[in-house]
């Protein structure tokens, strides 16, 4: 292997050989389209000849570039290569793919790409080179797609040098033009796709010699053979295919080396054809895992409910649609049993011997199998890890975690609800999953509705997305009671905002849903009442500070406002906790920074605080929390001085909601909470409020002011 050498009086010059040296230095590489009788060749260029040819253009835009990115070495095949001397030139054609793969930049000159500037009158942020770019001869050239492939980092260039955009921005463009799947294009490693799939990739590609067809794949299936020009394009695919059968242990004789891996699918759900948006989170996650990053486990965490199941299903069916290679196996992690059935699964669907087996030795036997390079590659799914004893274990039992398969080939995707859970699993490789956007919301709602014009009352669909604060599973349980009682949404609209035993109503309905779990709670507040479940076990004190904001207004609680249960590191870790599980959302950038020096202030979404009232009422005493809350509202709301003003104000949508309570609650505290309620409205200029300062006086207590 020559390298190009920028000199330090700006001039070329070719290397010595360092084929066998120990130390490459870091180089550029060009890739490019040849224009004949244009090219400058070794012999040319080591005469000093060719600088009038078209091809040294293409030299001096590599050096120039080369040198802005900080690189004095470069490749440039026409005139690197001596290719007088076979020898070399089967030297090169063989380590072509890999010379390629190490170079530290790889530049695509597109000479037929003339106009590098943004159309003004044409379609939006479309680039008015894009038709020249989709037309381009290189996209038509066999030697090109290893060039497209093999590079790290592909930057792509127009004739007047202009960068047009890398290989990464531009790879759904490329998959338009090339057929080639995304991930490919983002970096994956080239054998998560099958044989097949990458012998189809060359399409219509042309070569000037027949058997290049053949010879330009080899280092796409990491395969070398001897050149034999004149066998033919049949010969030399033949040719090809056999290194690649030997290459992979693949043979049909009788004494021969296991079979090549073949993919195996455990998915328990069909493509959920309802699935909308999400195309961020989709990009993060084929960035992350499929895009070379060397990731292998992430972690998608969000509040029950938001999709996160439905974003790993559709992930799965995109790896299944496009690396053709890649066995994938979904994995619930509901239960330790659950699990264990979905291991026997597995094993059956890779035709492991489970002959006079247990569920116990599947376990075992599934994590050996995929943990062995023969298995290939695999996308193991683990579903709802909700639960730290299931995952973790006890004492006295294993967790999941323990059975669970290490190999270089295998990804592992995690859905859970617990932010902790998320971290321990995959450290700062965690996605965390909001609610829908307004676009992806809107288009779900009407994609799972019977009528669809019902969507057309624009209005009522931006209310009751609001309402349901655009989370898919709360839309979901809408369209489907819309869809059972062919009412309109203005109407399911006014019962949802009704009443709140209304809205807990609608929102304890519970639905059938193909792409959920049989025998799971459907409906969003029954879907939370186990999250509170198992936040109660885990963390007691977090959980009654949950119970105490459902007795208050749910959006801007002040942190000196929740009562002191435990020290105040307790109670940071307890509101960690509730942040963790997505119940209370940390406001950044609160409007009350007078309050106790810029305290912080939480949030708690909106049908959460609805379904934490149930789950209170169903599992504690509603009577006790709320007479709780009222006393220590009462014990810390400040008296009408007006240096207290910031903190009254703070506190007072959250003590009136209070003293609106209709559940029985100690009159002592109430008075007291009323007389103070009242004083400091009546100092705000809040006439019609002096009601509650005549209802403490009228319950006899004696307060001097």
């Not at 004149?230 to 004494?255: D, M, V």
């Not at 938001?306 to 992930?315: D, H, I, V, Y």
């Not at 995959?426 to 909001?434: A, I, K, N």
């Not at 929102?507 to 049989?518: A, P």
């Amino acid at each position: 292997m020559r390298l190009l050498e920028i000199q330090h009086d700006g001039t070329i010059a070719l290397t010595e050989d360092l084929t066998g040296a120990g130390n490459v230095p870091a180089y550029a590489i060009l890739s490019h389209t040849w224009q004949a009788g244009q090219e400058v060749t070794f012999d040319e260029f080591q005469s000093g000849l060719g600088c009038d040819k078209a091809g040294f253009d293409k030299i001096r835009f590599c050096a120039q570039q080369a040198q802005r990115d900080g690189l004095r070495y470069f490749w440039v095949d026409t005139c690197c290569i001596n290719k007088a001397d076979h020898v070399e030139l089967q030297h090169a054609i063989n380590s072509m793919f890999r010379w390629y793969q190490e170079a530290t930049r790889c530049y695509v000159l597109l000479t037929d790409v003339l106009n590098a500037e943004l159309a003004k009158n044409g379609v939006p942020n479309m680039p008015a080179w894009e038709g020249e770019f989709r037309r381009s001869r290189w996209f038509t050239r066999g030697w090109t797609l290893q060039e497209l492939l093999a590079p790290r980092v592909v930057s792509f260039y127009a004739r007047d040098w202009t960068h047009l955009g890398d290989r990464y921005n531009l790879k759904q463009l490329i998959h338009e033009i090339t057929g080639i799947p995304c991930p490919a294009l983002a970096g994956t490693s080239l054998d998560t796709f099958s044989v097949e799939q990458r012998l189809s990739w060359p399409g219509n590609r042309q070569t000037t010699r027949e058997e290049d067809k053949a010879y330009s794949l080899l280092g796409i299936f990491g395969v070398f053979t001897f050149l034999n020009y004149g066998e033919g394009e049949t010969n030399a695919f033949r040719r090809l295919r056999k290194a690649i059968a030997e290459n992979s242990q693949e043979s049909s004789q009788p004494n021969a080396s296991p079979a090549v891996h073949k993919p195996s699918y455990h998915i328990p759900f069909s493509k959920n054809r309802y699935f909308v948006g999400r195309r961020e989170e989709l990009e993060i996650l084929n960035r992350t895992l499929l895009g070379g990053t060397g990731c292998q486990k992430m972690s998608i965490v969000g509040l029950g409910g938001a999709g996160k199941t439905q974003l790993a299903l559709r992930f799965a069916y995109t790896v299944r649609e496009t690396m053709s290679a890649v066995s994938i196996f979904w994995m619930p992690a509901l239960s330790m049993e659950s699990y264990e059935q979905a291991c026997v699964a597995v094993a059956t669907a890779l035709h492991i011997n489970q002959v006079e087996t247990g569920e116990d030795n599947a376990k075992e036997l599934v994590k050996e199998h995929l943990s062995a390079d023969q298995a290939g590659p695999w996308l193991l799914v683990l579903d709802n890890a909700d639960d730290h004893d299931i995952l973790y274990g006890t004492e006295h039992a294993p967790g999941i975690i323990d059975y669970l398969p290490e190999s270089e080939r295998g990804m592992t995707v995690f859905t859970t609800r617990v932010q902790e859970l998320a971290v321990s699993l995959t450290r700062g490789d965690v996605l965390e999953l909001g609610s829908m956007s307004k676009p992806d919301a809107t288009n779900f709602l009407e994609k799972s509705l019977i009528t669809k014009s019902l969507t057309e009352d624009r209005e009522a669909v931006e209310g009751l997305l609001d309402e349901l604060a655009f989370l898919p599973l709360a839309i979901a349980q809408a369209a489907a009671y819309l869809n059972m009682n062919r009412t309109t949404i203005t109407k399911y609209l006014r019962l949802l905002r009704h009443t709140e035993q209304d809205t807990i109503s609608l929102m304890s309905n519970e639905f059938r849903d193909q792409t959920r779990y049989k025998g799971s709670a459907n409906a969003v507040v029954s879907t939370w009442v186990v999250s509170f479940s198992q936040l109660r076990e885990r963390d007691a004190v977090a959980a009654d500070l949950l119970a105490f904001m459902s007795c208050i207004e749910w959006k801007a609680i002040p942190q000196s406002l929740l009562p002191k249960m435990q020290s105040q590191e307790r109670i940071e870790e307890a509101i960690g906790t509730l942040c963790g599980y997505s119940f209370v959302s940390r406001r950044e950038g609160d409007n009350a920074s007078e309050v106790d020096g810029g305290e912080e202030w939480y949030d708690l979404h909106r049908l959460v605080h609805l379904a934490t009232r149930v789950w209170v009422d169903k599992y504690g005493s509603t009577a006790d929390v709320a007479q709780q809350a009222v006393a220590h509202i009462a014990e810390v709301f400040p008296s009408d001085d007006f240096a207290n003003q910031a903190v009254w104000r703070a506190y007072m949508s959250h003590a009136l909601r209070l003293l609106d309570t209709k559940t029985s609650v100690d009159a002592q505290s109430k008075a007291k909470l009323s007389f103070w309620v009242g004083r400091c409205l009546d100092f705000d200029g809040l006439k019609s409020y002096r009601v509650l300062y005549l209802i403490a006086k009228a319950q006899g207590l004696n307060m001097h002011v």
